[in-house]
C-alpha cells in the first residue's frame, strides 16, 4: 500500500483506493474490520464517502456498520459525502439512518458544506429530511451566510424556500446581506433583500449592509425597499 496509503488500517485504504473485492475477502477473514477506526478515528464508511466509491459504501452499509461513527474531529460520513458532493452517497447514508443536523467540533452541519460548495442537490435532501437551515456553526454562521459569501444563488433560493431566517447575525455581527453585499453579489443581495433580509442591521463595525455595498449596488436596494 506504500504511496497509496491514506490510513494506519488496511480495510480503511481499500475502501479509499475502492478496491471492493480484496475488501470484500478482508472483511470475509475478520468481520471485526469493518468498523475498525485508524488513527484519525476514521473508518472504511468515511473513506468510501471521502473517495467518493458508492459500490464500497453501499457494500459497508449492507453489512450494517455505523452510519453516525464520528472521527477525532466529529465528522460523520454524512459530513465528509456532503462536502466531497457525492449526491448518490448522501442519499444511500440518509437511507441507513444518518443523522443530518449533527455538528462536528467547528460546530458545522452537513448543510454548512452543502451550501458553501454549492451541492445543490444535497442541499435539498438534507432539507427534506430535516436539516437546520438555521444551524449556527461556532463563529455563528448559518448555512445562508456561506451561500450568500460564495454568491450562490440557487442555493440560496433552496435555504430561503426551506424558511433559512435572512437576518441571523454572525459573530462579525454580519447578516448574510452584510456578506452578499460585501463580495458585491448583486443578484444575491436582491433576492435576499426580496425576502426581507435588512438594509438597516448594523454589524460589529457599526456598518449597515447599505454601507458595505460597493458601486451603485446600495441604490438599488435602497429603492427596492423603499419601493
Not at 36 to 50: E, F, I, M, V, Y
Not at 96 to 124: D, F, M, W
Not at 170 to 179: Q, V, W
Amino acid at each position: 500500500m506504500e504511496g497509496g496509503s491514506v490510513s494506519n488500517v488496511e480495510v480503511c485504504n481499500l475502501a479509499y483506493l475502492g478496491q471492493l473485492e480484496e475488501l470484500r475477502s478482508r472483511l470475509a477473514e475478520n468481520r471485526a474490520l469493518a468498523t475498525r477506526a485508524d488513527q484519525d478515528k476514521r473508518t472504511a464508511l468515511h473513506w468510501a464517502c471521502s473517495a467518493g466509491h458508492r459500490d464500497v459504501a453501499d457494500y459497508l452499509l449492507n453489512l450494517g456498520v455505523p452510519v453516525n461513527d464520528t472521527d477525532d474531529a466529529d465528522w460523520t460520513p454524512l459530513h465528509i459525502a456532503a462536502l466531497a458532493g457525492r449526491d448518490e452517497i448522501v442519499k444511500a447514508l440518509i437511507g441507513k439512518g444518518a443523522q443530518v443536523t449533527v455538528a462536528n467540533q467547528n460546530g458545522c452541519t452537513p448543510l454548512h458544506y452543502a451550501a458553501s460548495k454549492n451541492r445543490q442537490e444535497i442541499a435539498v435532501m438534507l432539507l427534506e429530511r430535516g436539516a437546520d437551515p438555521d444551524a449556527a456553526d461556532h463563529f455563528e454562521s448559518t448555512p445562508l451566510h456561506r451561500a450568500a459569501a460564495k454568491g450562490n444563488l440557487k442555493m440560496i433560493q433552496i435555504l430561503l424556500k426551506h424558511k433559512a431566517s435572512v437576518n441571523m447575525q454572525d459573530s462579525e455581527g454580519n447578516t448574510p446581506l452584510h456578506l452578499a453585499c460585501d463580495e458585491d453579489r448583486a443578484d444575491e443581495a436582491k433576492l435576499l433583500v426580496s425576502h426581507g433580509a435588512s438594509i438597516y442591521i448594523e454589524n460589529k463595525e457599526e456598518k449597515t449592509p447599505l454601507q458595505v455595498a460597493k458601486g451603485g449596488l446600495g441604490a438599488i436596494l435602497r429603492r427596492l425597499v423603499e419601493g
